[in-house]
């Protein structure tokens, strides 16, 4: 599939099963997370099978359900951490799709799981992205 093709057929998903990422498609997806944040500066993660970000109230006025896997978007507090994270969050949105998996921008419908991923000292998480 060219990338046009991956725009045309990807769309935001709230409710996901209870199907695992396969290791396969994590590592893929791991590396390239890995590639994004050496290129932009970025500190991008991706937590895999954390059930908590997504059961909250607000979560749940999002209408999202079985979501335990996202990627925390997260970089150094900067005037360009706006545009670096939705460029590479798009990036990685577009790669995740080209995989089969779903994604969704989430950007206040979650909890903060602060034991699932990092923020340094100076860095802030922008949002994170539903995966599935």
Not at 34 to 48: D, K, M, V
Not at 97 to 119: D, E, H, S
Request: charged residues 25%; contains cysteine.
């Amino acid at each position: 599939m060219d990338i046009l093709d991956i725009m045309k057929s990807r769309h935001s998903v709230r409710q996901y099963t209870d199907k695992k990422i396969e290791d396969e498609k994590r590592n893929i997806l791991n590396a390239f997370a890995a590639e994004c944040n050496a290129e932009s500066g970025l500190n991008i993660q991706i937590i895999y099978d954390e059930p908590t970000c997504f059961n909250s109230m607000m979560a749940h006025y999002g209408k999202f359900s079985g979501c335990t896997n996202y990627i925390a978007i997260v970089g150094k507090k900067s005037k360009d951490l706006q545009e670096k994270a939705g460029y590479y969050g798009e990036k990685l949105l577009l790669y995740a799709q080209g995989l089969g998996l779903n994604t969704c921008w989430v950007a206040m419908t979650y909890k903060k799981v602060r034991t699932a991923f990092t923020v340094d000292k100076g860095e802030k998480l922008y949002c994170v992205l539903a995966l599935g």
